[in-house]
C-alpha cells in the first residue's frame, strides 16, 4: 500500500505511543483543568497542528537538520523549555480572583486562543517530537518505494488521528475535574500553583534533556 509495509504493527504501535504520558499529555491536562473544556480542546488542537508541522518538515528532510547538527537541537530545545517555564511561570505568579459570569465568558474566549496557540508553540519547539517523526516513520516504508513522501504523509496522517482521538479524550478528562475548583478561589489557586509548577518542571526536562 504505497510503499507501506505492516501498516497494523505501525497502527498499534502508534496507539501505544500516543497513551504513553508525555510533555503533550500534562500540558493538555493542565490546560483543561485550568481553562475548561474548551481551552482544553483548543490546547489539544493545538498540539495537532505542531504535530502536522513536524510532519511536514520531516516529509521535506527538514528534521534532518536538527538531526545533523547539534547546535540547532540545542537551540530549538532552549527555546522550548524557556516557553514552557515561561508558561508555568504566569500561572504561579498571576493572582486567582473570583469573577462574574460575563468576565468569566471573555476569559473563556481569550483563554481558547492562547491554549490552542501555545499548544502549537510547546509542540513545535520540542525537537524530540520531530526527531521521533524522522526516526519512527521510515520503518515502515519499503526502500524501494517511488512514493516514499506519500507514504510518509499518509503514516504522518494516521499517528496524528489517533493522537488526536486521544488529546480529545484528555481534554474532556481534566475538564471534568474542573467543577471542583471552579467555583473556589482557594482550590483554583492551588491548581494554577500545581500546574504552572508542572509546566516550569517539564520545561527544565526538555532543557535537561539529551
Not at 474548551?38 to 518538515?57: N, W
Not at 530549538?76 to 514552557?84: F, H, R, T
Request: proline residues 4%.
Amino acid at each position: 500500500m504505497l510503499g507501506i509495509h505492516d501498516y497494523w504493527l505501525f497502527l498499534v504501535s502508534g496507539i501505544a505511543l500516543n497513551l504513553t504520558p508525555g510533555q503533550d499529555t500534562m500540558y493538555i491536562l493542565g490546560r483543561s483543568v485550568t481553562g475548561g473544556w474548551r481551552a482544553g480542546v483548543a490546547s489539544a488542537f493545538g498540539i495537532i497542528v505542531g504535530s502536522v508541522i513536524h510532519t511536514l518538515a520531516a516529509a521535506a528532510g527538514l528534521s534532518v537538520l536538527l538531526a545533523t547538527f547539534p547546535l540547532a537541537f540545542t537551540g530549538v530545545k532552549l527555546c522550548g523549555a524557556a516557553y514552557l517555564v515561561f508558561l508555568g511561570a504566569k500561572l504561579l505568579f498571576t493572582p486567582s480572583t473570583a469573577t462574574g459570569p460575563d468576565e468569566k465568558a471573555g476569559l473563556a474566549h481569550r483563554g481558547t486562543g492562547s491554549a490552542f496557540t501555545q499548544g502549537v508553540f510547546t509542540n513545535v519547539l520540542n525537537p524530540k517530537v520531530a526527531l521521533f517523526f524522522l526516526a519512527f516513520l521510515p520503518q515502515f516504508i519499503d526502500p524501494a518505494s517511488t512514493t516514499k513522501t506519500l507514504a510518509f504523509l499518509l503514516l504522518g496522517a494516521t499517528f496524528i488521528t489517533t493522537g488526536t482521538i486521544w488529546c480529545l479524550v484528555l481534554a474532556l478528562a481534566g475538564a471534568r475535574l474542573r467543577g471542583f475548583f471552579i467555583d473556589n478561589p482557594n482550590r483554583r489557586k492551588l491548581v494554577n500553583r500545581a500546574t504552572g509548577g508542572l509546566f516550569m518542571v517539564l520545561g527544565a526536562r526538555l532543557a535537561w534533556s539529551r
